[in-house]
C-alpha cells in the first residue's frame, strides 16, 4: 500500500499563487505517475495534473499556463505550484498515486485525504 499525505491548502485572493505538496510513504517501488486531482462543490473529481516518473507531465487544459506540477523521486514527493489563481480553481485537491504490482499484475490508484483551496474574487 502506498499512504500520501499533502500540505500547502489555504485560502489566497484571486490572482495570488499556492503550492501543494505531496509525501508518499509504504511501497514507493510500485508508484509510477503522481499527480492531483480536484473536486468543487457539485462536480466530479477531475484530474489537474499528473507526471510520471521520468518526469512527462499530463496537464489540464483548464490549468495549463498557471499550473506546474514536479516531482522528487528522491523525497517521494509531487508539487503543484499553482499560480494566477482563479475562484473557479476553488476546490479540494486530492492527491493520487498511480502503482503497479507485478506480483498481481494490478494497477491501483491510492488518494491523499484531500486539503483545500479556496480563491475569493
Known amino acids: 500500500q502506498v499512504q500520501l499525505q499533502e500540505s500547502g491548502g489555504g485560502w489566497v485572493q484571486a490572482g495570488g499563487s499556492l503550492r501543494l505538496s505531496c509525501v508518499a510513504s509504504?511501497?514507493?517501488?510500485?508508484?509510477?505517475?503522481m499527480g492531483w486531482h480536484r473536486q468543487a462543490p457539485g462536480k466530479q473529481r477531475e484530474l489537474v495534473a499528473a507526471?510520471?516518473?521520468?518526469?512527462?507531465?499530463n496537464i489540464a487544459r483548464s490549468v495549463r499556463g498557471r499550473f506546474t506540477i514536479s516531482r522528487d523521486n528522491a523525497k517521494n514527493t509531487v508539487y503543484l505550484q499553482m499560480d494566477s489563481l482563479k475562484p473557479e480553481d476553488t476546490a479540494v485537491y486530492y492527491c493520487?498515486?498511480?502503482?503497479?504490482?507485478?506480483?498481481?499484475?494490478?494497477?491501483?490508484?491510492?488518494w491523499g485525504q484531500g486539503t483545500q483551496v479556496t480563491v475569493s474574487a
Open positions: 493520487y498515486t498511480d502503482s503497479y504490482f507485478p506480483a498481481t499484475m494490478r494497477d491501483v490508484n491510492y
Open positions: 509504504g511501497d514507493i517501488g510500485s508508484i509510477n505517475a
Open positions: 507526471i510520471g516518473h521520468d518526469g512527462t507531465t
